[in-house]
């Protein structure tokens, strides 16, 4: 039993932790607590009342409400914000009932006044340690209400401390860089107004006290499953109370429900530890491998991709070259990237047109699909459905299809517009092209682009308010995409946005895998790919070797780094001589032994490159079996010495061996003592551990 009614209010448990809410005498949903599972229900305080501190801070200012609606005598930032049909701009809501079903508590708010109900669902995730919530707002009046804010949750964190936030930031080809800043009285906002989830940051936050490290300490940590405009605000009031608010971005947002008709939050799911950010990542990583991607526990094929090679310039025989290589070296899928289908030359025309081009394919895809089957891969195709050049056979018949203000110059970026995927019109037109393109061919892997973000936002609707574009168009989205994953389930996604711009565990429920970055640059993606690893598990982390920068960086420390996800070769191949082709075949060699390690084992971040230029990390089994170590020397000035390497996940009783050194130890030892290895400067080693 994970959920429990107790005296006032209910109590949520996970293996490791404990969560309490409770309602108060007023029928206030206030929160209790949230850490450590405690080992008697009654161990979880009550509901707190107060009466408020003075007349600036009434009561309602310093409860800790679940889901604090802009109303009453309270300006804490609120998580619903409603103006009814009569102007009224202020929600009270109090319980009305609740219920558990399975794992899910359900506790019903009903405003004091207006026929809204607000459901709040708390779904427990006992193994992955996860507590899942939405809010879901219903008008059961009469006339519409406007919502003008709806948050998928307020997270507390335990009252009166100092806490210090972890996020992610970056930009287009230099994503995910790890930043950690104090939090402070006032508002810590990360959000997105792209339509994506943006390169610049991502919904994902990890709270600590300013000690944890990677294996020890308490972290709260939470994601936002969206794919769309989203916000975290972690506010700290001045009573010291620090919440953290995540949902749907109230930036020129508003959600017009009619009669009758209701709204659900996406999901926020959040965990807590008392083992560090390495634990808190490996938590999340298990959930989204056992919980969210469709096939989370399937080893995904090393691929090759043509992009970097041929760019808009592929044919049957240029692709063909490349796959009798590519299936020489162990390559397992070959993806033909962009330039493929009708009219695409370069990136000023084509996108939308999306059957091949008949100038590159006169006998169309079929018999390269079958040249590269021949050779024992599967075939993969990239795709850009949300997308139109304005030199498309699909504009010159659908103008009015884009995302556009009909007064306004339409701004193009890369030369492109974007479908508006709010319009049920374009997503079935889409869903039957797309659909009729996979029951044509025997395509086993599609990488799904997006290029651009968006401007002049405007949608022509009457059925709804045209700001309700930024959520239309995501649920578009998860339509097309869902719609063609259950038509074609053998097919494996990618979701790629001029690199990671779109990662997040909504699109994994659609993708199995994420193109993290276009910068390629192994050196770089070091760093990219430790940020990543904090939310999301090295199976979703495609990773391709490239040519880039390849005069500085060896062949095998480029293997080496991408081999940390999942496998990828991006390189121009025919410029690869005879050794680098026999060293890549022998790396792809290596990687398909310990792809189950490094794909569905636990990620231990052993030396992060953030701080120097050594770095480390290690994957182990799950029943703690095996093992691999990969260490990186990037640049360490003369004559810094790379220091020992400690283990981390092993059974400390067992012994192992590591690869490369004469001895057995225990677990223990090499988790206390560990290894030396001797790199110099863009070098890396490879050490599989084997319990003897
Ligand atoms: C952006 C992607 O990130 C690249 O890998 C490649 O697919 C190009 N788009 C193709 O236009």
Same mark, same amino acid.
């Given at each position: 039993m994970t959920i429990h009614s107790f005296r006032d209010g209910w109590v949520l448990e996970t293996h490791m932790t404990g969560y309490a809410l409770g309602v108060d005498a007023a029928g206030l949903l206030l929160h209790r607590y949230w850490g450590a599972r405690l080992p008697f229900t009654d161990d979880y305080a009550p509901v707190q009342s107060t009466v408020g501190w003075a007349s600036f801070n009434g009561p309602s200012q310093l409860l800790r409400e679940e889901f604090p609606a802009y109303g009453d005598y309270k300006t804490v930032n609120p998580c619903l914000k409603v103006t009814f049909a009569d102007g009224v701009r202020d929600v009270v809501l109090r319980f009305e009932s609740a219920q558990v079903t399975g794992e899910t508590l359900t506790i019903t708010l009903k405003d004091d006044h207006y026929p809204v109900r607000v459901l709040l669902t708390y779904t427990v995730h006992a193994v992955t340690d996860m507590i899942e919530r939405r809010a879901t707002v219903i008008n059961d009046g009469d006339s519409p =209400?406007?919502?003008?804010? !709806?948050?998928?949750?307020?997270? +507390?964190?335990?009252?009166?401390?100092?806490?210090? !936030?972890?996020? =992610?930031? /970056?930009?287009?080809? @230099?994503?995910? +860089?790890?930043?950690?800043e104090l939090l402070v009285q006032g508002i810590k906002v990360l959000d997105s107004r792209r339509l994506t989830t943006s390169h610049h940051h991502n919904p994902w936050f990890a709270v600590d006290r300013g000690a944890a490290d990677e294996d020890s300490g308490e972290v709260w940590f939470g994601v936002l499953a969206w794919s769309g405009n989203w916000a975290i605000q972690a506010e700290v009031d001045e009573f010291v109370s620090t919440r953290v608010n995540i949902g749907i971005n109230d930036w020129d947002f508003a959600l017009r429900l009619a009669a009758g008709e209701s709204f659900e939050s996406p999901a926020t799911l959040a965990g807590y530890t008392r083992d560090g950010f390495g634990a808190a990542s490996r938590h999340l990583h298990d959930h989204i491998r056992d919980t969210v991607i469709p096939h989370g526990h399937d080893l995904h094929k090393v691929l090759y991709n043509s992009w970097e090679a041929t760019t808009f310039n592929v044919d049957e025989e240029s692709q063909a070259v490349l796959a009798e290589i590519a299936a020489g070296m162990g390559i397992e899928l070959f993806v033909m990237d962009d330039g493929w289908f009708h009219g695409r030359n370069h990136d +000023?025309?084509?996108? /939308?047109?999306?059957?091949?081009? %008949?100038?590159?394919?006169?006998?169309?895809? $079929?018999?390269?699909?079958?040249?590269?089957?021949?050779?024992?891969?599967?075939?993969?195709?990239?795709?850009?459905?949300?997308?139109? $050049?304005?030199?498309?056979?699909?504009?010159?018949?659908?103008?009015?299809?884009?995302?556009?203000?009909?007064?306004? %110059?339409?701004?193009?970026?890369? $030369?492109?517009?974007?479908?508006?995927?709010?319009?049920p019109d374009v997503q079935d037109y889409l869903i039957a092209l797309l659909d009729r393109l996979l029951t044509d061919h025997h395509i086993a892997f599609i990488k799904w682009d997006m290029n651009r973000n968006v401007s002049q936002p405007g949608w022509q609707t009457d059925d709804h308010d045209p700001r309700e574009i930024w959520v239309r168009y995501v649920e578009g989205l998860y339509r097309v995409w869902g719609t063609l994953r259950a038509r074609h389930p053998q097919v494996i996604w990618q979701s790629c946005s001029g690199g990671g711009g779109r990662a997040d565990l909504a699109i994994l429920r659609h993708a199995d895998q994420i193109w993290v970055s276009d910068n390629t640059d192994a050196a770089a993606r070091i760093l990219i790919q430790d940020g990543y690893s904090h939310i999301f598990p090295a199976n979703t982390m495609e990773a391709w070797v490239t040519d880039t920068h390849a005069a500085q960086l060896p062949l095998r420390f480029r293997f080496h780094v991408s081999m940390c /996800?999942? !496998?990828?070769?991006?390189? +121009?191949?025919?410029?690869?001589?005879? &050794?680098?082709? %026999?060293?890549? %075949?022998?790396?792809?060699? *290596?990687?398909k032994d310990i792809r189950p390690l490094v794909q569905l084992? @636990? #990620?231990?971040?052993?030396?992060?490159? #953030?701080? @120097? /230029?050594?770095?480390? =990390?290690?994957? =182990?089994?799950? @029943?703690?079996?095996a093992g691999v170590l990969f260490a990186f020397r990037t640049h360490? &000035?003369?004559?810094?010495?790379?220091?020992?390497?400690? *283990?981390?996940g092993l059974d400390p009783t067992a012994r192992y061996q590591i690869e490369g050194i004469d001895a057995v130890r225990s677990g223990a030892a090499w988790m206390a003592d560990g290894l030396r290895v001797r790199l110099e400067d863009f070098e890396s080693t490879v050490r599989r551990i084997t319990r003897v």
């Open positions: =209400v406007s919502i003008e804010r !709806l948050f998928s949750a307020q997270w +507390h964190l335990p009252y009166g401390d100092q806490y210090r !936030l972890t996020h =992610v930031t /970056g930009r287009w080809n @230099d994503e995910m +860089h790890l930043r950690r +000023h025309a084509g996108l /939308g047109d999306w059957w091949a081009d %008949a100038t590159k394919f006169p006998n169309g895809l $079929n018999p390269l699909i079958a040249r590269v089957n021949a050779l024992g891969m599967a075939f993969g195709l990239w795709l850009e459905p949300e997308m139109v $050049n304005p030199d498309s056979d699909l504009y010159r018949a659908h103008p009015d299809w884009v995302i556009h203000f009909p007064t306004r %110059a339409r701004t193009e970026a890369r $030369n492109q517009l974007i479908l508006n995927f709010a319009r /996800g999942s !496998l990828g070769i991006g390189g +121009h191949l025919l410029h690869w001589s005879a &050794a680098d082709r %026999a060293l890549a %075949a022998e790396q792809i060699a *290596l990687y084992g @636990d #990620q231990y971040r052993l030396r992060s490159p #953030q701080n @120097d /230029g050594f770095s480390a =990390v290690q994957y =182990v089994a799950k @029943d703690q079996s360490m &000035a003369f004559p810094a010495e790379v220091p020992p390497v400690i *283990l981390r």
